[in-house]
């Protein structure tokens, strides 16, 4: 409201910050998520591109338009809707329909996010909300999985459109009671590497271990959520085969298979809708290996990556508020306090 | 059919012993109170006074914890019966509006550093407050966030009360860090809109509409309802007859006059001379002897309009400088019985 | 040697410019302001009037209360006025003005002699009567520390030559140029507290003052040397306590609940000076650094010298700066003009360029769970500022607002740049007021 | 002893009463602001439920079905869950008044509450024996709860974000707990 003269700054301490920034963390993030995009477009081609593109613009639009809508300042550049956008690209099947998509990304920003009021305050993983209600509407095309075909092999690309994913035949055998092997379905070299058709950020472990071992060096995310994710599910997954060789698959099947992997190291550990504490998140990592081998060992769906990690989302809070750290020089309340509080 | 009555009422009868027994055991003493207010609050259960239901806020008034007002919903008629049944009679007091007593210019106020941080007054304030002048409005609008009734608004800088809005709840007064707002009633015309309690000098060194205890004020009250506590000027409310005459002589304006425009007061020829009007006048400006003209000294008059309401001869006008007639005499009153005059006077 | 350390705390750059750089005695101004608040507790009442005549070292103010401290004039001349003059803590407040006559004529200072077998109480009032507060920022008045209520037993003394604070050298240079008198100050205040152990804890980042020390108290048993592993807040007392015995300050306690006294390096240079010397305190170390100023240098500086005065004896501004801070850059106070003087508190003056000093507004906060990582006291900053900002403050106290040392760590890491601190503190405010209300 | 396991699953997880039957919303919105006030309804639920569980079965196959009043069942549920329910009332009152207060109006709500009623009609319907009838019964109630109290975490968590103003209020509560029951979808199927 005055001209300044070349007045100091005056704000409270600390004057020295941390050169990270929101805008860092999730342009990192999609550095991470880049090596398995690029295997997706490696094996899938121009139907993993195009479904990755217009995810990613399609979530930065509707991010737009929401946050004109509520008034609230546009903010893309940030990279958040990048982020998301790309995750929900990774959900879904290589040559999604368009529309789909743009359904996709409008629940998934609309109703993910910004009906919360933006980066931050949703309470359940956008990426997954978009998936799971794509999947439960449209279960046809979010399960038509293309055959996967290396780029440059030359040859017509094939088009065979119903190729199961490893997931599924295994739903298959166990629901019709036929007791395959479970690696017999596929050699593990092709499901390491993504030769195996899926959505396009399930296939390549490899690429995507990349990606979360580059978030874990930055920082960005712990090892607490992937560690025991994984582990409980593996855990989970062989004691289960042990009870049943035939019919249930071994451990290192249920880590390669389905969107274990991406779910564990990019959506189960989304700071703002995981736990903060470390005891937290490990029970974050246990509950979702749970529920993941439940629904997809007896459950209806092949996957239960996302279900799971939805559900756990929905404990955070509760999770959050019984495991606050003790704090230094902790007195316990005298006694009637205590017992005053537990009305 | 008979089975179903037999059967209905049969289990009525056990629900009702077992519920007649329960209630024995399990008795818990209600204030009668409560039921009956229960019955009256409107019964909306909105939550709006921050209890579960009407039955918490009812509790919660026989316990005296709440005012009558604390419920928004409740209607005039409905805080009536509240009233009578609680035995405390609702003041229907006058209505009362928040007022800032701070009112710089804002194109002149600087700022000593440029603040960056929580955009909040409080937090301004602990660094020291941005503002050159050490005791003005921040204006981050830590009494807007206060106020439900958004009846406080920040105008290029400056915290403003919009009258009408303001119910007086003091949410705005207890927020504000540098205690610039008070509570004042809506009929006291003339404010004194400065809280800097520093020296003349360094006051005028920050703001020109800043109070610097020159005392000027002091003296031209003619009811003396002005006094000086720590270097600013404090008008009492109840003396104070809104004549505008301090506001007048401030020299840095910081008395702000929200009534109408004063005017200088005129006898004319109606006069009878019954002296009433020289008796009543404050600044003692209006000069005659009993049964003659009466004559007003303009310089002396400090325009409070007391001689204007009580003269019922039309003999008063009000002029402005030129001697204008701005408003004519006030027009006779039909006096009552000799008992009511009193009253009408 | 494995150093010491405490969970949580962070890594800000140290920038130490004036590492090297020898202590420059800077000569009295023509003006000296003394504030009459220069240390926790009540400010100082004024034993002087306008027109006086002072002496260097003579008391011109005396406390007032309890807990309070003397005011000693650091130099001679007369005078001027007592009026609120700027005060670093952003508010004019009551400061005496003196014109320095240049003659620096002495009261003659009477020390205390034979200190080893004197009473600790002659001690303590001796350390009253020089005014000595606590150097490291804290302003403790040091006769009230040294003498806790008989039922806490003290039975550990650690000298805090941590400094941990990037930029500032002030007590490193203490140590490397005035190691006896640290020792000696530590030997009185083990006197006092009839205590046969103390402990000085400097960070690794110092390995010369830790080689300097340790060779000097090679053959004494009763001053160890502990080095701490270099970490922001080592410089905590309660970090500082953690690291050093593995105890922990109980929440809402002092340190002495759990056993423990903790001093500033400087504050035992200025200890050995008014008990061997019988000078009060009335001058001391400020780092005059940051990269705006053209020649970073240690400053020995007078109490109550404008800070425009040390920035000139530093070469001046290279660029305008965009903060000139009171003390170090994690916890010291903004300041807004260059004619605050020098208090007892002052460890040095940082000036930023606006290059290094953030100006965009917070984003919103991710829940990244950092602050809660690095906050040295296992508290939630972002839940608790959530409810502070909610005004839910209570329940914002029951989550440990009120355990917060404000070192910052939290708003330091945090990468939405959410001033965590300062909704702290405001959280703080109100707490403090809820109880003053209801009390 | 497996098939009352499965009845129990699949009352609490796979068709919970609030997020796959959509039976019970007006608590589930009301009363799921604090955690706290959320667990309190869902004990009070579960044992009102348990009993009106137990009597209303009993009732039906021993006096409505030998005496071919079928058609009673309705009202005479009704009224064995209201007596319940003023009983629970009472007795909440007396231990935990703090409870009563914050829960308000909801607590004798709960006689109109359709997943009590559409528990004790579905225990009816699906000819569940006595024991069977329990653990579904039970299981109901733990449903309820869970599912009330998972909101209630997230709504003490949404308080603090900055809402828009057109979704504020039970508009988020509303989208919350859709989007709680897209989760539970993922058990359909799994009995």
Known sequence: ?343 | MLTAVLILSLLGLISAVGLGVASRVFYVEIDPLVEKLTEVLPGANCGGCGYAGCAGFAAALAAKEVGINDCSVADSDTKQTLARLLGVELTETAKEVAVVHCKFDPSKMQNRFEYKGVSSCKAANMLGGQLDCSYGCLGFGDCVKACNFNAIVIKDGLAEVIPEKCTSCGMCVEACPRNLIQIHSLAQKVLVLCSNKDKAKAVSSVCKIGCIACNKCVKACPVEAISMVNQIAVIDDEKCIACGACARECPTNCIFDFGETHYVAQINDKCTGCTLCALKCPAGAISGDKKQMHVVDPKKCVRCRICYDICNFESIELVNEEGKIMIPPRPKKQRKKKKDSGEAA | MKTRRFPGGVHPPEKKLTAKVPVVKLPAPEEIVVPLSMHIGAPAKPLVARGDRVLRGQAIAEPGGFVSAYIHSPVSGKVKKIEPRPHPMGRALPSIVIINDGLDECVDFQPVDDWRNAEPDTLIAAIQKAGIVGMGGALFPTHVKLKPPPQFTIDTVIINGVECEPYLTADHRLMLEQPEKVLEGLRIILRILGLKKGYIGIEANKPDAIELLRMKTANADDIEIVDLHVKYPQGGEKTLIYACTGREVPSGGLPMNCGCVVQNVGTMAAICDAITEGKPLMERNVTVTGECIKNPVNLLARIGTPISKLIEAAGGFTETPAKIIGGGPMMGMTQSSLDVPVTKGTSGLVCLPPSLVSTSDPSPCLRCGSCVRHCPFHLLPTDIVRLVKAGRVDEAADLGLMDCCECGSCSYICPSHIELLQWMRLGKAEVMANRKKTA | MTSLLLIAVSAVLVNNFVLARFLGICPFLGVSKRVETAFGMGMAVIFVMTMAGIVTWLLQTYVLTPLGAGYLQTIVFILVIAAFVQFVEMVIQKMRPSLYQALGIFLPLITTNCAVLGMAVLTIQSGYTFIEMLFFSVAAGIGFTLALVLLAGLRERIEFSEVPESMSGAAIALITAGLLSLAFMGFAGLV
Request: proline letters at 7%.
């Open chain 1, 1 to 343: 409201m005055t001209e300044e003269k070349n007045k100091f700054i005056v704000s409270s301490s600390p004057h020295l910050l941390t050169p990270d920034s929101v805008t860092k963390i999730m342009w990192t993030v999609v550095a991470a998520l880049a090596p398995a995009a690029l295997v997706s477009i490696y094996f899938f081609g121009f139907f993993s591109a195009y479904v990755i593109a217009l995810s990613v613009v399609g979530c930065v639009v509707v991010e737009a338009l929401l946050a004109k809508l509520f008034k609230r300042p546009v903010s893309i550049r940030d990279g958040a809707a990048v982020v998301t956008g790309l995750l929900l690209a990774l959900n879904l099947p290589a040559g999604s329909p368009w529309w789909m998509i743009l359904i996709g990304c409008l629940v998934t920003i609309g109703l993910g996010k910004m009906v919360y009021g933006g980066l931050g305050q949703n309470v359940f993983n956008p990426a997954l909300v978009g998936r799971v209600f794509l999947l439960i509407s449209f279960p046809v095309q979010m399960t038509t999985w293309r055959a996967p075909k290396a780029l440059f092999s030359g040859g017509p690309a094939t088009d065979a459109l119903t190729s199961a994913t490893p997931l599924g035949m295994m739903k298959e055998a166990i629901l019709m009671n036929k007791p395959i092997m479970g690696d017999k379905i596929t050699s593990w070299t092709d499901m390491a590497s993504g030769y195996i058709p899926g959505s396009l950020g399930e296939t390549s472990a490899i690429a995507l271990i990349l990606g979360g071992l580059f978030l874990l060096y930055k920082g960005y995310i712990t090892w607490h959520i992937p560690v025991t994710y994984v582990g409980c599910v593996a855990v989970m997954g062989q004691i289960f085969h042990w009870i049943n060789p035939a019919l249930y698959p071994t451990a290192l099947f249920h880590i390669l298979a389905g969107g274990l992997i991406l779910g564990a190291l990019f959506m189960a550990t989304d700071m703002v809708t995981s736990p903060m504490t470390g005891k937290g998140q490990i029970i974050f990592g246990f509950g979702c290996g749970v529920i993941t081998v439940i629904i997809r060992l007896f459950g209806g769906y092949p996957e239960g990556v996302s279900f799971a990690i939805l559900l756990m989302n929905a404990a955070t809070p509760l999770i959050d508020r019984y495991t606050v750290p003790k704090k230094y020089g902790f007195v316990p309340p005298p006694k009637e306090k205590e017992a005053g509080g537990a009305a």
